[in-house]
């Protein structure tokens, strides 16, 4: 179940329990509601006291609060919460069983019932005959799985309610990543605001502007305005996203800073399809990049370094690349970089924001050795619900 599902279903719910709450203060007789109001109000009930600690992801602490509500909620025997390696929680008689369940849970992302001969039970007075095991999924991954331990063989009944019992625990562990997601892309965009422009390249930027003031004013006014330009691109306020046509004007600026500095070591090679030109990209994806390979691939290399950004069209997607033939890194050193301005500039930032905007799918790929430059590729979507331009901005 989706996220978006999720909430629909958890809308649905919160008018059901208005409608009953409605319906019990309407009651002016001893008998508050019908049998199948008090059923609903039960069952609401118990399923709110699993919700919140699932909603905090699947961990052994979080499965010990929600499996009695669970338990409730689905009857039988026992009930009981499953990693794919291990017992997070289990309510009631069976646990001895867990070999078995944890077995048939192995390379299957399927529903699995287990009767009495599946379960190779030596102890003659256990009164398990049979166990269904569901997994529980966020997406592509699955987390681990859902138990239902009967003292009958498996009925399609108890099958069906396991499976609806486990697709709204699945909805709550969909509920906790996309809130790890939110805090994710929040300290993304806080790491982007302070990673904003380096003040290395300020003070390059401004020493380099100097030198020209007295032997080519000219070329210095011009350069202040890019200066300027790029600033205020740089700390603009409006939205988080951009089209990578603005982002690569950005760019431009950048660089044409950065020859005034480095002069003829420094070589560009910008090869661009129109047709991906609006294409909406995280706002400051590709000047960190650049930045990167000019500092930390460049910078140390002596004579002619080259930095190569391409953006193709690959029907539904968009492929960007920025390469330097620098200095090249130890990928393992890039491991360790995270967010270590000195080592790498901006890679974790714009890897978390890519992530957190197109998915999982969509994050930064690197490919670096020591001597042989650095290739930092990105795919991006070119249509992603949610991201679109409004007056001429990207939000």
Not at 41 to 56: D, F
């Amino acid at each position: 179940m989706s996220p978006t599902a999720g909430a629909v279903a958890a809308v649905v719910l919160v008018a059901v329990l208005l409608g009953v709450a409605l319906v019990l203060r309407s009651r002016k007789r001893r008998v508050i509601a019908t049998p199948t109001q008090r059923a609903t109000y039960q069952v609401l009930h118990v399923a709110s006291l699993a919700a919140p600690p699932l909603r905090s992801g699947l961990t052994e602490a979080t499965a010990g609060k929600a499996i009695r509500p669970l338990h409730q909620l689905l009857g039988g025997a026992a009930v009981g919460l499953v990693a794919p390696d291990r017992v997070l929680a289990w309510d009631g008689p069976g646990e001895h069983h867990a070999p078995a369940v944890l077995k048939a849970l192995e390379g299957t992302g399927r529903v699995v019932a287990l009767h009495a001969d599946d379960l190779l039970c030596d102890l003659l007075e256990c009164p398990v005959r049979g166990a269904v095991v569901v997994p529980l999924s966020t997406g592509e991954d699955m987390a681990g799985a859902l138990v239902a331990i009967v003292d009958t063989d498996p009925v399609p009944g108890l099958v069906r309610a396991a499976v609806e019992t486990a697709d709204w625990v699945s909805a709550q562990l969909a509920f906790a990543e996309l809130d790890v997601s939110r805090e994710r892309l929040a300290e993304a965009q806080l790491r982007a605001l302070r990673a904003q422009i380096s003040p290395h390249f300020i003070y390059n930027a401004l020493s380099a502007i100097s030198a020209l003031v007295r032997t080519d004013p000219d070329r210095a006014r011009e350069l202040i305005e890019e200066f300027a330009e790029f600033v205020r691109y740089s700390v603009r306020a409006h939205g988080e996203y951009t089209t990578l046509a603005e982002e690569l004007r950005s760019i431009d600026r950048y660089l044409l800073i950065e020859r005034a500095r480095f002069g003829e070591r420094l070589q560009v090679r910008l090869q661009v399809a129109p047709e991906v030109l609006p294409v909406v990209v995280p706002y400051l994806c590709l000047q960190p990049l650049v930045e990167n390979a000019v500092q930390h691939g460049l910078a140390g290399k002596a004579g002619t370094g080259t930095v190569s950004i391409i953006a193709s069209d690959a029907g539904s997607e968009c492929l960007i690349s920025v390469e330097d033939d620098g200095v090249g890194m130890d990928p393992d050193q890039l491991k360790r970089t995270d967010d270590n301005r000195s080592a790498h500039v901006g890679l974790t930032n714009v890897d978390d924001r890519l992530r957190s905007v197109f998915g999982p799918g969509c994050g930064l790929v690197v490919e670096t050795a020591p001597g042989a430059g650095t290739k930092v590729s990105m795919r991006v979507p070119k249509f992603q619900p949610g991201v679109r331009v409004v007056s001429g901005w990207a939000s």
